[in-house]
């Protein structure tokens, strides 16, 4: 794996999370994902496409900086922080959040298998 794919899989999550990208997410998503929350709740992939399926989620704005990745044979960790600014269930948000993020290749191509993400302040 080369850090030059996880970059570009990276910029298709973004695109598919700004863009309520349900299919795109569906692929990128590996069904057994766990992500923490900055509150603390552990979300599982159905919740989360399920946020963007309902409208719950909207984003704005979505703008990553500060990138790094990190191979390990078929294993990426990508350290990354992400402005940004939008809406969950009419409740806005808006600020820099600093996520990790695992992803895994699978024959079919990157998969996010883990992550979370913290307010920064």
């Known amino acids: 794996m080369e850090d ?3 970059v570009n899989a990276e910029i298709e999550l973004l ?26 709740q552990t979300i599982t992939k159905e919740f989360d496409l399920n946020s963007y399926r309902s409208g719950l989620m909207k984003i704005e704005v979505i703008e990553a900086s500060d990138q790094l990745i990190n191979v390990i044979e078929d294993t990426a960790v990508v350290s990354v922080s ?18 990790i993020r695992v992803w895994k290749q699978f024959e079919e ?9 913290t307010e920064l302040k």
Do not use: T, W
Request: with cysteine; proline share 4%.
């Open 4 to 6: 030059s794919n996880v």
């Open 15 to 40: 695109l598919a999370v700004k863009n309520a990208d349900v299919s795109a997410l569906e692929r990128m998503l590996h069904d057994d994902l766990l992500f923490n929350l900055p509150g603390g």
């Open 82 to 99: 992400v402005l940004l600014k939008g809406a969950y269930n009419n409740q806005p948000f808006d600020g820099v959040f600093r996520y």
């Open 109 to 117: 191509g990157l998969k996010v298998i883990a992550g979370s993400c």
